[in-house]
């Protein structure tokens, strides 16, 4: 019998046509996975979000999986990785946010203390494809599996394709090779307005940011807080007329505000509405996961971060070492006029209030 001559698919080709059938073009990525494990060369037609944190691409690719109603795919570079991201795969399975979360595992990770954790309560499910040719098929399940009722995350577990002799995942580089910034980068670039406050400062009252917010804002601004204008008179300051214009920190978890606006400015963006975004925090939760500044830079998203700064953290020279567009402002009349002038900006702005 004549062999075929038919060039036999990989299992990353067989993959991506998984992707392709799916209508899923976009991949979220966490350190060390764009490049390595999942494939030498993303093929024509798909995008890699890349994020330096892995918890960062999870509430990501949650929030933009929440707007758009469809599954949103995520690569993990490692099982250990996995612990990073508990907290937010916690969130998108009380959110119900349909995820796929592959992790590309190392030899023996059964035996490794995440390996004895899973399945756990952090996902909806964990799918383990022993072999790498399963993974396709393992896929198409955990797909399948997201969106059904109650919609959530499942974990697919994958063994990691070996990686090119010689080669070392840089841990300082950004996926296109740009360095990325680091503290002692931006000591020189702190504006006097950054230090620490004086006696007699005090914090801007709650109330009174969100009513300046409010009447500064497009009326169709999509809102990410923390949580602390959910009742009383801070709800009534701002109430959406839609309920997927508010989205709120219902899990106490620290740095989820900025990389979920990220996902639902870069879904808004998607779905041709190109609402625009309001991030509402603090200053110690942006500095959590300031890294998802990189990709809102990258992207050019229309997303503006309030940082209530109560006690003068260096939040503007980070987020200046990031590329962002950032402003330091005390009072409420300089905080209406930056957020104002920050939707005019082409791409994400930080304005660091600090205490009057």
């Not at 109330?207 to 801070?234: F, N, Q, S, Y």
């Not at 899990?251 to 900025?258: A, R, V």
Request: proline share 8%.
């Amino acid at each position: 019998m004549q062999q075929s001559r038919a060039k036999r698919r990989t299992v990353e080709e067989s993959a991506f046509e998984l992707l392709r059938r799916l209508e899923l073009a976009t991949i979220f990525a966490g350190p060390g996975s764009s490049g390595q494990s999942w494939h030498p060369a993303v093929p024509e037609g798909f995008r890699i979000v890349a994020h330096d944190q892995c918890s960062a691409a999870v509430t990501t690719a949650s929030a933009y999986a929440r707007i758009t109603g469809a599954t949103a795919l995520v690569a993990i570079a490692s099982e250990m990785d996995v612990v990073g991201t508990a907290a937010p795969l916690l969130a998108a399975t009380q959110g119900g946010d349909p995820l796929v979360v592959v992790v590309f595992t190392r030899p023996g990770w059964r035996d490794s203390a995440v390996g004895l954790m899973l399945p756990g309560p952090w996902a909806k499910q964990t799918l383990v494809a022993e072999q790498r040719r399963y993974a396709p098929s393992v896929l198409a399940a955990a797909f399948e599996l997201s969106m059904q009722t109650p919609r959530g995350p499942v974990v697919v577990m994958v063994p990691a394709r070996p990686a090119p002799a010689g080669a070392s995942p840089g841990s300082g580089t950004r996926r296109d090779g740009a360095v990325l910034p680091h503290a002692e980068h931006a000591t020189a670039r702190v504006p006097a307005s950054t230090a620490p406050r004086e006696a007699g400062h005090r914090a801007l009252g709650p109330v009174d940011i969100v009513r300046a917010l409010r009447a500064a804002a497009p009326e169709d601004t999509v809102l990410v807080d923390d949580g602390r204008a959910r009742k009383g008179p801070m709800a009534a300051a701002w109430s959406p007329p839609q309920p997927e214009m508010r989205h709120w920190n219902l899990h106490g978890i620290s740095g989820w505000e900025l990389p979920f606006a990220v996902g639902v400015a870069l879904a808004e963006r998607d779905l041709g509405r190109m609402r625009p975004v309001l991030a509402v925090t603090t200053a110690a939760s942006v500095l959590a996961t300031i890294s998802a500044l990189t990709t809102a830079v990258q992207l050019r998203l229309p997303l503006v971060t309030v940082a209530l700064n109560e006690h003068g953290q260096r939040l503007h020279a980070l987020a200046a070492a990031y590329d962002a567009r950032t402003t330091s402002i005390r009072g409420i009349d300089a905080l209406a006029e930056a957020t104002a002038a920050a939707w005019s900006h082409d791409g994400p702005t930080v304005v660091n209030v600090l205490p009057q």
